[in-house]
């Protein structure tokens, strides 16, 4: 395997998908797609933009965990809304509604009602990082199948 930490696009994938896992809205599939069609290695892009984002929503576990009201209402600005969003898929799926963590607008709540709701670490990790993965390398697939 090359020295893909020398390559910019890397770091920037990256970046991109950790603040796309936290309250910030922001997607990195397209970075990916954009990487993949430009002949970087799919393994490392997809294990790249997998990291980033589970990193992220352990950040936002973690600030549900330890956050408190002020931080998620007044700084994050999480409506009550999206709180009650996550809290019911958390009453009706329970803890395996992490798996779909990777959809927009419910997904990083879910992560942060998780931490709120005290869900065992292990668990959160096996369940967002398992998600994050299918959801980056199904991307990653359709790129190259278009593509070829």
């Not at 956050?67 to 809304?81: A, H, M, N, Q, T």
């Amino acid at each position: 395997m090359h020295d893909w930490l020398n390559q910019p696009g890397y770091g920037a994938l990256f970046v991109l998908s950790f603040l796309a896992s936290t309250l910030l809205p922001l997607g990195s599939e397209w970075l990916l797609v954009l990487m993949l069609a430009n002949g970087y290695d799919p393994v490392a892009a997809v294990a790249t933009a997998t990291t980033g984002n589970y990193l992220g929503a352990v950040t936002t576990w973690l600030i549900g965990m330890y956050g408190g009201r002020w931080l998620i209402e007044k700084v994050l600005r999480v409506s009550p809304e999206q709180e009650e969003r996550a809290r019911s898929h958390y009453r009706r799926y329970g803890a395996f509604s992490l798996l779909f963590s990777w959809l927009p607008v419910v997904g990083d709540p879910l992560c942060m009602v998780g931490g709120m709701m005290g869900i065992n670490f292990g668990l959160f990790s096996a369940l967002v990082a398992s998600g994050k993965l299918l959801r980056y390398a199904v991307t990653a697939w359709i790129t190259l199948k278009i593509s070829s």
